[in-house]
């Protein structure tokens, strides 16, 4: 119908032309309240934001000659923060002329993501970045 005619039916009984989509060829509208049209708006985008995952990512750091122990350790804090569904940041810091075993870290996370492989799975792979050599897990899907 025409827009004169919209607005005159929206006028008798006493509501507003509200535009749907104006994209459209011929545009959309609906009669209705206009404020309630709103507080629907504002509420529907409340919803699909307390529906969306937040994602948290865990840094887990490590020496290029980190020791058994120690990479035990940390193994199991990664395994905890996999299964609670964040992601894992584990990332090896070179200081001053440890550079230089920047195979050793590569190895240290490659033997990390293969132990966490149940868990997890590579997101990317260690990649050396300045000082620091960085590998993203991300914990596995659900089984149904």
């Known amino acids: ?17 509200i535009e749907i989509s ?6 959309v509208c ?5 404020q309630k049209f709103l507080y629907q708006q504002k509420r529907k985008a409340k919803e699909l934001k307390a529906n969306q ?4 990512v865990k840094e887990i750091r490590f020496g290029p ?3 058994d122990h120690d990479y035990n350790f940390k193994l199991k804090h990664a395994e905890n923060f996999l299964k609670e569904g964040a992601k894992v940041k584990a990332y090896v810091f070179f200081r001053g002329r ?5 195979e050793q870290g590569e190895i240290l996370l490659l033997r990390f ?8 799975k590579v997101e990317m792979m260690p990649k050396l970045d300045g000082k620091k050599m960085n590998m993203m897990l991300a914990p596995k899907g659900k089984k149904s």
């Open 98 to 102: 440890s550079i230089v075993f920047k």
């Open 53 to 56: 995952a937040k994602v948290v």
């Open 65 to 67: 000659q980190t020791d």
């Open 22 to 27: 104006p994209k459209a060829v011929p545009p």
């Open 113 to 120: 993501a293969n132990d966490l492989e149940e868990f997890g």
């Open 1 to 17: 119908m025409s827009i004169r005619e919209a607005l005159r039916l929206a006028d008798e009984m006493e509501l507003d032309l």
């Open 30 to 34: 609906r009669i209705a309240d206009y």
